[in-house]
């Protein structure tokens, strides 16, 4: 069966220090992978996706960048981390081209930055 | 483009009581698919239920079931017998079909209260 990892579930990092979320994806080959941030009590804003290896996507220009290493690995980073990223990011993914069954998500990544 | 819209900012409802909660969808594509997904207090993102807009046949699971009304790009999401746990943030999605990455474009979420 396929499962999702998401790391670290809670970070607490100073105004100017660099970033980095990661996700996997277990029992898949060639997944879609997303990254969505979620203000306290909010919606989701989809902040970046990829559907291949290098292949990046980013909906919303910020002070964070993606990367997808391997097949199955998708990092979120910033160099300097600003107040304003503060929130709860997910990491999601979805199969590749056919059918559509959804995202599965991740558990979460709870930062703030102080 | 597509937009997803839950009217609904918040609701609640008595224990072991029914609940409708509203999505209604923008779209110019005839074929589609809709989902409802649903956030608990721990914030895990987990899939409520999916619909496929060819099939006539309204989606159910076990005590959630939808009201698909495809004229009036409408698709709502019954609780029944509702349960204290199924106090969470729930979120109508939208996705077309074979778009590139299977994007799903989300409703701002309604948040649902299950009272005892």
């Known amino acids: 069966s396929q499962t999702i990892h998401q790391w670290p579930a809670t970070l607490v990092q100073p105004v100017g220090s660099p970033l980095s979320l990661e996700c996997t994806v277990e029992g898949t080959s060639n997944p879609n992978l997303y990254w969505y941030r979620q203000a306290a009590g909010r919606g989701l804003q989809l902040l970046f996706y990829?559907?291949?290896?290098?292949?990046i996507s980013s909906e919303v220009p910020q002070n964070l960048s993606a990367s997808r290493p391997q097949d199955r690995q998708f990092i979120l980073s910033s160099k300097k981390l600003l107040l304003s990223d503060s929130g709860f990011y997910l990491c999601?993914?979805?199969?590749?081209?056919?059918?559509?069954?959804?995202?599965?998500f991740g558990s979460g990544t709870r930062l703030t930055v102080v | 483009a597509q937009t997803v819209t839950q009217s609904q900012p918040e609701m609640s409802v008595q224990e072991a009581e029914t609940v409708t909660l509203s999505c209604t969808y923008d779209?110019?594509?005839?074929?589609?698919?809709l989902f409802w997904y649903k956030q608990p207090p721990s914030r895990q993102m987990i899939l409520v239920i999916r619909q496929e807009a060819y099939k006539q046949q309204n989606a159910t699971e076990n005590r959630f079931s939808v009201n698909f009304q495809k004229a009036a790009k409408s698709f709502s999401l019954k609780i029944s017998d509702s349960q204290l746990g199924d106090t969470a943030m729930y979120f109508c999605a939208f996705a077309t079909l074979n778009n590139a990455g299977n994007m799903l474009t989300f409703g701002g979420g309604t948040r649902l209260m299950v009272k005892p």
């Open positions: 779209t110019s594509e005839s074929n589609y698919y």
């Open positions: 990829s559907v291949g290896i290098g292949q």
């Open positions: 999601a993914w979805s199969a590749g081209p056919g059918t559509n069954y959804g995202y599965t």
